[in-house]
T-cell receptor, first 114, second 115 residues
């Protein structure tokens, strides 16, 4: 009964490869997010989708492409992986309509590029 | 614009003592403030939030936080710390709007509770 689930949890891959991280939420929320946590633990928003529409797109290399097939899913595809992409990627979801609504996070996907 | 500052990288406290983790914010408009906790190799868990009303907010695991508008602060507190409270704590803010904005996080504070 996990609320926000993302797979895989751990991913080790070589530079230049293409990889995807999947995320699903069963909370009935209409907005989903991808956050990146770097090695210093800073958390930064990457993307946000509301009902499959991209609403936040921070300064992220275009090698990163989010895809939302429906409002319960938001996947992250990364092309031509670089060493600097090594980080923890968190998926999250919330319900719009009120800024006080809580954002719920998944367990994270630890990406290591070698 | 919205931003959050957590001035302490680490807070050390002995088990049984009260703890405070500091947070100050800067927003244009009314803030909604949140605290999250991250245990090692885990995701972010929601602890509590301030929306409106009583400035003292109670949350999970015995934590509470006090909203102070004049000092633009939202410090996290617990009367008696447990070793199991040792983790990374994040303060976050979102301004009043329709809820389409993302949370902006502080840099995090590592809490170490010594037995």
């Amino acid at each position: 009964d996990t609320a926000v689930s993302q797979t895989p949890k751990y991913l080790v891959t070589q530079m230049g490869n293409d990889k995807s991280i999947k995320c699903e939420q069963n909370l009935g929320h209409d907005t989903m997010y991808w956050y990146k946590q770097d090695s210093k633990k800073f958390l930064k928003i990457m993307f946000s989708y509301n009902n499959k529409e991209l609403i936040i797109n921070e300064t992220v290399p275009n090698r990163f492409s989010p895809k939302s097939p429906d409002k319960a899913h938001l996947n992250l595809h990364i092309n031509s992986l670089e060493l600097g992409d090594s980080a923890v990627y968190f998926c999250a979801s919330s319900q719009t309509g009120f800024s006080g609504n809580t954002i719920y996070f998944g367990e994270g996907s630890w990406l290591t590029v070698v | 614009a919205q931003s959050v500052a957590q001035p302490e990288d680490q807070v050390n406290v002995a088990e049984g003592n009260p703890l405070t983790v500091k947070c100050t914010y800067s927003v244009s408009g009314n803030p909604y403030l949140f605290w999250y906790v991250q245990y090692p190799n885990r995701g972010l868990q929601f602890l509590l939030k301030y929306i409106t009303g009583d400035n003292l907010v109670k949350g999970s695991y015995g934590f509470e936080a006090e909203f102070n508008k004049s000092q633009t602060s939202f410090h996290l507190k617990k009367p008696s710390a447990l070793v199991s409270d040792s983790a990374l704590y994040f303060c976050a803010v979102r301004v009043y709007d329709t809820g389409r904005r993302a949370l902006t996080f502080g840099s995090g504070t590592r809490l170490q509770v010594q037995p």
